[in-house]
């Protein structure tokens, strides 16, 4: 009797709930050790930064595009499809208006408090809670762009 193991084509199996979950535990953990180890967790590490008298980050995050775009060329060309089941996708961006004044209120955010939505989640995790503020602020800024995006 024969039986077949693998199907080239055969695309993978979805993965069960739990697996999804470890997975994106692991993965959050392993964005919360980069962001903490690198230093980005510290506003007054960013603010330097994006004053220009420090530029480690920059390394930090040319690294970070760099190995997305490896994954994007180089992960549909290697696996048929995620490990974790579905299919690989590309997101068209759109760019608008809406998309301008949310990047332009992002990026003065950001520079004000040196704080993005990342950081001040792994922030906490080192026991910096002043960062409370910076997400409750995060918070407010979402709730009023979705109440706007419903009018």
């Known amino acids: 009797m024969s039986t077949t193991l693998h199907s ?14 470890l997975a994106t535990l692991a993965a959050g953990v392993l964005f919360g050790f980069g962001l903490a180890l690198s230093t980005m967790v510290q506003p007054e590490v960013v603010l330097s930064f994006l004053r220009f008298e420090d530029f ?18 180089l992960l549909p060309r290697l696996f048929k499809g ?23 209120l992002f990026g003065v955010g950001w520079g004000l408090c040196g704080v993005c939505p990342g950081p001040a989640i792994a922030g906490l995790g080192t026991g910096n809670w002043a960062l409370l503020w910076a997400l409750a602020g995060i918070a407010l800024g979402a709730l009023a762009q979705g109440l706007r995006a419903r009018n």
């Open 82 to 104: 995620p490990l974790l089941g579905g299919g690989f996708q590309r997101h068209t961006s759109h760019w608008n208006r809406d998309t301008l004044q949310g990047a332009a």
């Open 56 to 73: 480690g980050l920059m390394l930090v995050m040319g690294g970070a595009v760099a190995v997305t775009l490896l994954g994007y060329q």
């Open 8 to 21: 080239p084509t055969a695309q993978p199996a979805p993965a069960s709930p739990v697996a999804r979950l």
